[in-house]
Nanobody
């Protein structure tokens, strides 16, 4: 059973940075596509970024491209989301997700199989 645990959320001022982490101590992600999504109350869960573990190919939502970077550390079996130049509209609960098939560019959360518990990111203006 995949168990994803996110960390790194918090409160930051607009223009600041945060780095989110996602790990599963029980397995490696070699066969997975790892994604980050975010959700605010009353709205659907929104794709942020994804990375294919085996090739490191990445995909980003237009709203974060150039500000956010998804990366991985194979030795630590951890995927990261580096968020720079944060804006108030980035405020959301951020979720790590994993799937074993499909395209890295897929944006639908319904196609992801495993989810973390989420971590709150609040950007104050």
């Amino acid at each position: 059973q995949v168990q994803l645990v996110e960390s790194g959320g918090g409160l930051v001022q607009a223009g600041g940075s945060l780095r989110l982490s996602c790990a599963d101590s029980g397995r490696t992600f070699d066969r997975y596509i790892m994604g980050w999504f975010r959700q605010v109350p009353g709205k659907e869960r929104e794709f942020v970024a994804a990375i294919r573990w085996s090739t490191s190919s990445t995909s980003y939502a237009d709203s974060v491209r150039g500000r956010f970077t998804i990366s991985k550390d194979s030795a630590k079996n951890t995927v990261y989301l580096q968020m720079n130049s944060l804006k108030s509209e980035d405020t959301a609960v951020y979720y790590c997700a994993a799937k074993t098939s499909g395209l890295v560019s897929t944006t639908s959360p319904r196609l992801y199989d495993y989810w973390g518990q989420g971590t709150q990111v609040t950007v104050s203006s």
